[in-house]
C-alpha cells in the first residue's frame, strides 16, 4: 500500500525579499510535509519567518527556491489564475486582526469568499448560517463587525475562513490581539475543528498555546531549527494469554 499524499510539502524552499538592492533571506531552505487532519503550531520570535511562510503554504507567495506542492502539485506551475482559484477553494485563512468588512454584517463577511467561487447569492448566505453555526455565532448573523467584542469577530473570520470547506486553515497569530481567557476559548475552537478532521496549521507566539497542538514547527532567522510531533502513550494493554 501506498502512503496517501501529503497535502502539503514544501521541498528546500526559500524566500528572499529584494528592496532598492537589499537582500531579506525571511525564510531559507525549508522542508516539511504537512498530512491531512493535522493541527500544527509555528513558532518562532519576531522576523523569524513566520509570516512569509504562511504566505508560501497559502499561495499568496511563491518560494524564490525550492517548491511548494499542495496535494502533489507543484504550485508554481499552474497559472495565475489557477492558482487564485486554488486559494479560493483551498485555503482559509485567519488573521490576528480579524479583517472583517467594517460596513458588512457578519453573514456576508462569512459568505463573501464564495464569490469567488461562483456560487450563487442564496446558497452563499446558506452555507453561511452553517458557518456561522459552527462556531456559534449563528445568533449574530446581521450584527457589524464594531457591535461584536474582538473574540466574537474572530469567530466570525473563522466560519469565513471554514466557508468554501477549504483543505486547509491557515491562522496567522489568531490569539494575538485577544485576552488570555478569549484566546483559549479560539484556541478550543480550532481543537474542536481540528478533532472532526481540519486541516490547521497556526502560527502562534504563544508557548501555552503551541503545547495543545500535536505538532510545532519552530523557525529562526528563517531556518526551521525543530518539528517536534508529542505521541501521546497507547494505554497499556493487558497480556494476551
Ligand atoms: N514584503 C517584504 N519585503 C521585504 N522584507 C520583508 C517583507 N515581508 C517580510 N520581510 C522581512 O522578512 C523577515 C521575516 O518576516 P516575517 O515573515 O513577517 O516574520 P514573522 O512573521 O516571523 O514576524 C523580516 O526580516 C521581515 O522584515
Ligand atoms: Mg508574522
Do not use: W
Amino acid at each position: 500500500m501506498t502512503a496517501p499524499l501529503p497535502l502539503i510539502s514544501l521541498r528546500s524552499v526559500s524566500k528572499t525579499y529584494r528592496t532598492d538592492g537589499v537582500a531579506v533571506a525571511a525564510v531559507r531552505n525549508v522542508s516539511f510535509d504537512i498530512a491531512q487532519g493535522e493541527i500544527v503550531a509555528v513558532m518562532g520570535p519576531s522576523g523569524s519567518g513566520k509570516s512569509t511562510l504562511m504566505n508560501m503554504i497559502g499561495l499568496l507567495d511563491l518560494p524564490s527556491e525550492g517548491a511548494v506542492y499542495l496535494e502533489g502539485a507543484n504550485v508554481a506551475e499552474l497559472s495565475e489564475d489557477r492558482r487564485s482559484l486554488l486559494r479560493a477553494r483551498s485555503i482559509g485563512f485567519v488573521f490576528q486582526s480579524y479583517n472583517l468588512l467594517a460596513r458588512h454584517n457578519a453573514i456576508e463577511n462569512v459568505a463573501l469568499p464564495l464569490v469567488y467561487c461562483g456560487v450563487g447569492r442564496k446558497a452563499r448566505l446558506a452555507r453561511a448560517e452553517t458557518s456561522l453555526q459552527a462556531v456559534g455565532m449563528l445568533h449574530r448573523a446581521h450584527h457589524f463587525p464594531r457591535q461584536l467584542s474582538g473574540g466574537e469577530q474572530q469567530r466570525v473570520a473563522i466560519a469565513r475562513a471554514l466557508i468554501a470547506s477549504p483543505l486547509i486553515v491557515l491562522a496567522d497569530e489568531p490569539t494575538g490581539a485577544l485576552d488570555s481567557r478569549t484566546g483559549a476559548e479560539i484556541l478550543a475552537l480550532f481543537a474542536a475543528l481540528n478533532r472532526d478532521g481540519q486541516t490547521i496549521v497556526m502560527i502562534t507566539h504563544d508557548p501555552g498555546i503551541a503545547t495543545q497542538c500535536r505538532r510545532t514547527i519552530r523557525l529562526h532567522d528563517g531556518e526551521l531549527v525543530s518539528d517536534e510531533t508529542l505521541f501521546q502513550l497507547l494505554p497499556k494493554r493487558s497480556a494476551v494469554s
